[in-house]
């Protein structure tokens, strides 16, 4: 049986679905910049995840968001001298192109935050309507003290929610008549720039309400899992829970938070913001898709990635020796050999590529015909390594 971290929970446990299809959610990109490995690491894990389910027969629909109208994205813009929209879809594009290489199962939905704005306007009546919400000259925010379990998901502090909430992106933009610091905007008055009319005024919509209510409208008001970047627990996926929850009156809002770690270079997260980024069409350069992956996913997606050039090199050598190794034949239906189940373990065990791919290695330096055309089905449609 499938046994998944939930962040919530703070505990491995077993993986069962409420829904059928399951129901995933992943937050996406922000297309301001192209993508580099920590975006890649992230989209790759729930890649394999979903690969997974479906070779065992179970149907998944996965819905990932492009949040095209963002501050961030806005303050690139200016800086360029080029147009909002231009910028974001030239990046997406880039994102897309960069995945496709990879080998990516791409999402069976992909929505764009400028076009979802009824289903959030919706959404936001629906909280002003239930007391959740509060209008004020600079906007709509959400009342942090009407949702019963905030805080529940990340565990953080007061004090240290405003210290981070102090460092986003939009926060200059946050008004200072809302009732509490960590209230936070679900619609935002704005003199200039990018706005859409709304009862409440011109202008855009808060961060966190775009994936509520794209989460709300493509899956549904309970999802199975809903995943991301660990730096998206707070703010993001704490005020995800605290509005959604209020909005539909449904608890848990998802069964399943799964946070994937960081990609780092010289101990420093790899992040637009720091400049530090390898990029992915950069390491494309130096190794093929399959050795790509197999060095991303050669660690365990909770736990911080330290990129390593030499690692990069030997992972090619390695993904290149497993193809010699399982050879060139077709690949079959999964079968019942020791090394295949042995793969499929580790996979149920909390998603653990490296140790599925350790096992795959292994057992393919030994594997019967019939085993081999197993452990490719493996290693191609599962892992996507070979």
């Known amino acids: 049986m499938l046994r998944l971290y939930d962040t919530r929970r703070r505990a491995v446990v077993p993986f069962r679905p ?9 937050c996406g990109v922000t297309p301001y910049d192209t993508t580099h490995l920590g975006h890649a690491r992230t989209f790759l894990a729930f890649d394999v995840l979903v690969r997974h389910l479906e070779a065992a027969g179970r149907a998944v629909r996965y819905v990932q968001n492009v949040t095209d109208i963002d501050e961030s994205i806005l303050q690139r813009a200016t800086r360029d001298g080029v147009s909002w929209r231009d910028l974001g879809r030239r990046e997406e594009r880039a994102f897309l ?4 290489r990879l080998g990516w199962r791409r999402p069976d939905v992909m ?27 600079g906007g709509v925010y959400f009342d942090t ?6 805080g529940e998901l990340s565990r953080l502090s007061a004090a240290r929610m405003r210290r981070m909430l102090a460092a986003q992106d939009d926060a200059a933009l946050d008004d200072p008549e809302r009732r509490h610091p960590v209230d936070f905007a679900l619609w935002r ?13 011109r202008g855009r919509p808060g961060w966190h309400i775009e994936c509520s209510a794209m989460s709300l409208r493509h899956l549904g008001p309970r999802i199975d899992i809903h995943g991301g970047g660990n730096d998206l627990v707070y703010p993001h996926h704490e005020n995800e829970i605290a509005q959604s929850e209020c909005a539909t009156g449904l608890r848990p809002f998802v069964g399943w938070w799964m946070h994937t770690g960081p990609v780092r270079l010289e101990a420093e997260k790899m992040s637009k913001s720091l400049g530090n980024m390898v990029f992915v069409r950069t390491a494309l350069e130096r190794a093929k898709p399959q ?11 909770r736990r911080p990635f330290d990129h390593d050039e030499a690692e990069l090199i030997r992972a090619r050598e390695r993904a290149a020796a497993l193809a010699e190794a399982l050879g060139r034949g077709p690949v079959g239906p999964l079968g019942r050999d020791g090394a295949t189940r042995e793969v499929l373990a580790a996979l149920d065990d909390d998603l653990d590529t490296r140790t599925a791919i350790r096992l795959l290695e292994r057992g393919a330096a030994k594997a019967s015909v019939d085993a081999k055309r197993s452990l490719r089905h493996l290693a191609r449609r599962v892992l996507g390594v070979l």
């Open 111 to 137: 929505p764009h935050a400028t076009r979802e704005m009824p289903a959030m306007r919706a959404m936001i009546d629906a909280l002003l309507e239930k007391g959740c919400a509060y209008d004020i000259t």
């Open 97 to 100: 192109a960069d995945m496709r």
């Open 145 to 150: 003290t009407r949702a019963r379990h905030f």
């Open 18 to 26: 409420r829904s059928s299809p399951i129901t995933l959610y992943v």
């Open 189 to 201: 008055q704005v003199p200039s720039g990018p706005r859409w009319p709304s009862r409440y005024g």
């Open 291 to 301: 050795a790509l992956r197999l060095y991303l996913l050669d660690s365990h997606y």
